[in-house]
């Protein structure tokens, strides 16, 4: 992939002022063009960013034009040359823009015209704005799945790690946030790597749609001129041929793909922020975050904050919200391309690079966690969290789940009366309740016991949870897509 | 996929006022729920439509049970054959549910015990709620993106019958709802053809998805009893096991999967109603939709309005709004199960519904179009639309594309000056504009050579739409996915 | 405000089968509607509800038309009655439809003429179903949010009432779920309080918004009867008439008005909610919902959920939703009425049964909820809540808050490596840290004492907030808007 | 209001690379800050933009810190003049800063410390960021709500001007996008000056709750300072004070009232932009949009493309965007100051941003449209736009309106059949389909009579129209709000 941040900085800066040039498609125009209209319409602010990958195409189309003889091979080479010279200066942020310039695309083409003079003019020949376009933002989002998806690979891995080394703690697994079963820490941890797991099935589907070439469909008709689709898209690795020029110019599904995928990705960041939000509070106090992933207040100095949680958490909104403006854009939207589309862009900028860095900064977390292994064995403790074993043993002895459910229930409220907790409880106690409570039962009021009968594929047993283990280890080593 | 919008209708109607019976889950409380708060929380007014999912879970359950020993044979019997009672009179829409009965699993097993007494009770052994509605869930999921990927099917196949009757007419293509380019009409419902295939491809990733096995989960943690979460999948048609059991009873990305291929898809519609709105307009007047699909105005005697496509194009919004609902509800959501999680359903019924409901009338629309070859041809005669024709034409005398473009804009501008078409204009006068127009510049002034040009594939070529017809054809039946 | 849920139900149970009838607008179309289309098309199953709105506007219209001598007075009373006639057949729940009556415009229309002939057909002289429905929905809505407000201020009384009784209590207060300075529970209370002024104050804007006669706009340009539309507005209590036939037939601001406030204050019922749920965890054990608002669970007979805020979080999605699906439809529309507009209804009828009843519940639960004062006492023990304090106590020594700031963060940090809370350190102590701690530091950390002192306007001391108890007693009463 | 673009631009070019500095709630922590979560949780890069917000706030806090004798006279000074420095090196484009700086306020006090030693770490007694960046944002939004309200008002005359100036012009008024009556173009463009009035409204509510001064809120329960709030609201132009501290530091409706109000008025625009490129179209050809206001195309020279409205239309969803985003981050967040709560600001401010842009350009926009009237009028003979004119003539004679639309629905069939427009039967023909057509008939099948008929009050009879303008040219001039 190519770096691209340092370049993109340093160009913003020095603005060339230049007068305005003529634009490559003012010939039925009369009058310049509004420089507020400008300002408005210029995207190339943004796409500037996508540079490399408008040069990747550019070099390929040459390449192809070429080939097929639409181009001399002199042209060809000079057009090469000019282009790799536009990366190498864009590179090394050498390289300025205005917004007269519009967009990328025809900032590479006014530049390398200045360079190469009459051949330059010929790079646009059998394409348009609107199939380049098209093939930059796949080529950018290709490199930029295929980096999440490792990213997010690495979040797998110190998850893993983790539920590996303090995996065994016990704490209570919670339905409604109330105490509810006792469960392992690596089992409540591997339910964080499942979802990850799907998170990149979903990726390399999203990375499938995007993987195909539009370039050839030009303005929206197709060209006239030979070319050689097939070739194009060999040359850039794309799986196949967008098949449909009208569909291609103005399609932006797998920008769609890319933020339905990033939401539920994101949603499953919350639902991991909440947990260690929770857990950092006074209240539950299950872990403690290192110093290094929290801040402080200005005001109160006791504060220690899990601000990188609240922060993962918050920013949910923010890509739900860059989903929903992409669906609403698109609404509704005859054929073909509309200049609507331009608005896709930051969009999908935005949104991958919050996914990312939040993805890194979680997986970077992770490992400065220390968990509380006493401190959410204590909290099993209270709470009831053997009732339904209670109730699971009361069907052993012969009673229906439904009665032995209504037993051990009105057993807890009679303890909640008397402030003890189930095992607290002698026998008879038990017995007046129902005859059905044997001296047994001592063994299923028992923690170790509780987990390890909880044995079914799936569940909280010690053995089956090691197994889930290993076969998440296996499993993240195979995420290893198209890409 | 299991008939049920009648019975559902019929049940509602006679609400039993009976006193309220004892809840399932009351041991441990010592007051009455509020019968606001029963109002409340109740599912059943909408999750009854579930029923013959959770009977057909339900006897899957019983059957392993039987299997495992954990029910005998007898006790297994009497519930399947309850069970099978208890579906029999949904059917017939005899089956009715109070707001007591809380929710479609309550009442069936509260059903099943009236009918089999204390065996009835033996049904919830080794499960819970969590693990069961997110069966019923998938099992519903699962019947109905299959039934919108038939229906979807078959509005591709008259969209496609639609193409081959009436696709070559010649219209013109538009980019900014400027006429661009001339087209096939083929060749422009090709591009929705192209959009529904990837709806599809979505579907059936949703699908895949959809189709694990959760059950086994229990409440969050698994459960102490033998089961045989394998038979149960093999039993019910499931791909494999959702694998973590905390994760499988708060999991709704397949919820979400769901929400977000119809998103996609309604857009698609979106744009496909808005071609057809233009199109039904007096200015555009490239269609005539079939009165049986329109309405009039209660004032205006002499409307006709192309309803069904304005209906669709506004249900995007609400398709929308379902994702946006249930993305919001589970931001943020600790583990595992919460009851937020209950809003999840009347989003996917109605989301799933109005997707259901607008592919089939689209598809019971698109035969009753029809098309004017006549208007469509005289759009393509003015606008310049072969202006690009005009400057490939240069390129090949010599001119390098970003000249030929400057050139021919200024002819344009010039003839529009004149009042002129550019076939109207003389040879002469475009000699005047630039020497290397010839006399062999006719042939490229023509519709029918313009079309035979765009060659390239993806292009709009008689010859290419031809063949993207026929490959079109074959994707669609291909259209078979795992289920 | 109209009750209408029973006939409402009862309606939609014996659905008419009779074939279908002659469409008021069919004087045009040669072909019947498709009855697919017809149920697609057709807004009678939920605009049905709009029956009383429809006969209170139409009476209104027909009592101007008769004033203005359009009808006769004959004619206007045999209207009036037939109207009056079939609204009380819908309030007994005897008026039924069938998707053919397309909507509850043309259902009320059609059986009035089947009632009184000819005259029935002179109703719809001057008037539109475009202005009809707007005139429908506002009024309905109006309705709608006086009530909203008025649960609201129930809601707004109960929380207050709460706070008076329980309020005394100490709680710690919390930033970033960090235990932070220690508050009084009825100034956390009053944090709502406040929220829910805002609420107030924007449903009386948009009551505002709605309440605008649109009737005389007719289909879009007005009419060409000499109506009197002041009348009319007058007769109805609207404050004034939409000005601009185009925007009246085709304006749905009031509608997101109504969703955006809805959500506005659906976020603040998600956070109370948020606050309830942690409250009646284990871990934070404030407060203790009443049995009769609480659910079990089917399997953990120790279970007791908070189901009421859980579910009021999870619907504040749903709302949420609703407000995008308009806004997203709305997007794009061109002037004027538009069929997309008719998915409006659904939207915001759900939208405010949601809210109203979210509004109802927990207006119904707060005083239903036990608070524990010497839990909440409890936690205010620990977590260094009075470090703020002792930096305020440097700053009277002379020390400036930075410093102060940076001192008393080291000595927490010692504290922590000490396991102690601050009240515990001896004076020593805190003099080795920094030398300006004297003897009358103890009066610094001391609870009572650190919420005496924050006294400042809007601050948790008893003081202050007795009178912002006062304050906001008189507010709400004053929630007494324009209705 | 302070300009700001120009510095915020030029200080982020050169970001210091010092070593950090210790933090200003360093002193509880032992590990330096992780330089990626430094980076992750700094808010400075867009929170600089704020800059002389939080200045203005501060020099009105050290004021009355000083007149409270909190701070000496001397230390007041001493900080507003160390202020007053540091903003005019923002305002010079001198200011520069590093993510270690966290946030604007820690850099402003940083820069103040530097400047002026101790005295600059007293300016943050009694305060904290909680309160300060509330009143920062507030104080930044009222001046942005006030300049779009100016900026609106501006395209309200540009709007207003126009349709005095062009808009006696007579064109088809659509429903459906079908041609339905003819309308005055004043007319049409009123419709929209009518959303702008209302979207004033929605702007100055929003104002008046941003309006409120948290400023002595401190931390979440108030200082023990004895400041005076009332004081500061006075100095800054507050209307009052945010009455609770916990609800003030966590309140973020003003930004969300901003959004709503935002997003409705996107959508106003996004129809005016779907009317323009509709009118823009070959089809239609209503309008000319100025050249200036225009692009083109890179590949057919003859393009001419309504850019500005399309991207105004699809920034519509943008802005949605953004209101959902913060929707959500804001749902179930516990009180009170969350760190979530940063993500407000990039959200509102390119959601203002955006608007203000498109606001500005429709104003340019709308006086550079050449509004082709022939044309216009031209779409008003086809179409049978006198329909209802015909069914009202009816009436006038006696028969009811259903009847008469009726007749006249079938006398349109008929005409269509015949490929005639209703101004071309002869009365004889009429006669045929019902005996009440008399030669009067004709003074009703006339455009400009038709016009002057709907007379209306909010019809677009020309006198009314004219009434209409004198109406609305007062209201824009009364917009004149609590700013």
Chains 1, 2, 3, 4 share one sequence.
């Not at 210029?42 to 003889?69: T, V």
């Not at 918050?314 to 669906?327: A, D, E, I, P």
């Not at 900064?361 to 064995?377: E, G, Q, T, V």
């Not at 076969?471 to 195979?478: F, L, T, V």
Request: aromatic share 6%.
């Amino acid at each position: 992939m190519i770096a691209m941040k340092k370049s993109e900085k340093k160009s913003a800066k020095r603005l060339s002022t230049k007068p305005q040039e003529a634009k490559a498609w003012g010939g039925r125009f009369s009058q310049k063009t509004d420089p507020e209209v400008e300002a408005f319409t210029a995207s190339i602010p943004f796409d500037f960013r996508l540079l490399p990958y408008d040069i990747a195409g550019s070099l390929a189309h040459a390449r192809m034009l070429a080939r097929q003889g639409i181009l001399t091979k002199t042209e060809g080479r000079l057009i090469e040359k000019g282009l790799k010279e536009i990366r190498t200066k864009w590179e090394q942020g050498k390289l300025h823009y205005t917004p007269a310039d519009e967009d990328v695309h025809m900032l590479v083409e006014k530049r390398l015209r200045k360079k190469i003079g009459t051949a330059g003019g010929k790079l646009h020949t059998a394409r348009s704005r609107n199939d380049q376009v098209a093939l930059d933002l796949r080529l950018f989002l290709r490199d930029q799945v295929r980096a999440l998806s490792r990213e997010l690979k690495t979040l797998q891995e110190n998850l893993l790690a983790t539920a590996q080394k303090d995996g065994g703690a016990v704490l209570p697994g919670y339905t409604h946030l109330q105490r509810a079963q006792p469960v392992l820490l690596a089992h409540h941890l591997l339910a964080y790597l499942e979802m990850f797991c799907r998170d990149q099935v979903r990726l390399s589907e999203a990375w499938r749609r995007i993987n195909r070439l539009p370039l050839g469909s030009a303005a929206l008709a197709g060209t006239t001129f030979p070319i050689d689709r097939r070739g194009v898209a060999e040359d850039l690795g794309f799986d196949g041929l967008a098949a449909n020029s009208m569909d291609a110019v103005s399609d932006r599904d797998f920008v769609l793909d890319c933020l339905s995928a990033g939401s539920i990705l994101m949603m499953h960041f919350s639902r991991l922020a909440e947990d260690l939000i929770l857990w950092s509070s006074s209240e539950f106090d299950f872990i403690a975050i290192d110093d290094a992933f929290c801040t402080g207040s200005s005001i109160m100095p006791q504060k220690k904050n899990p601000d990188v949680a609240e922060l993962v958490r918050g920013k949910t909104g923010r890509v739900y919200g860059h989903l929903m403006g992409v669906l609403t854009l698109m609404k509704g939207l005859p054929m073909t391309y509309n200049r609507d589309l331009q608005e896709d862009k930051e969009a999908v900028f935005d949104a991958l690079d919050t996914i990312r860095q939040s993805t890194r900064l979680l997986a970077r977390m992770m490992p400065r966690i220390r968990f509380k292994a006493d401190r959410m064995k204590e909290a099993t403790t209270a709470g009831y969290l053997l009732a339904t074993d209670l109730a699971d043993y009361l069907t052993t002895k012969g009673l229906d789940f439904r009665t032995a459910h209504r037993v051990v229930g009105e057993l807890v409220a009679r303890a909640i009366e008397n402030g003890k907790e189930l095992e607290a409880l002698p026998l008879s106690f038990l017995r007046e309740i129902h005859p059905s409570f044997g001296p047994d039962v001592s063994r299923w009021l028992n923690l170790e016991a509780s987990l390890a009968r909880r044995n079914s594929p799936g569940g909280t047993a010690p053995g089956r949870v090691r197994k889930a283990l290993h076969a998440m280890e296996k499993k993240i080593c195979r995420t290893d897509y198209p890409f």
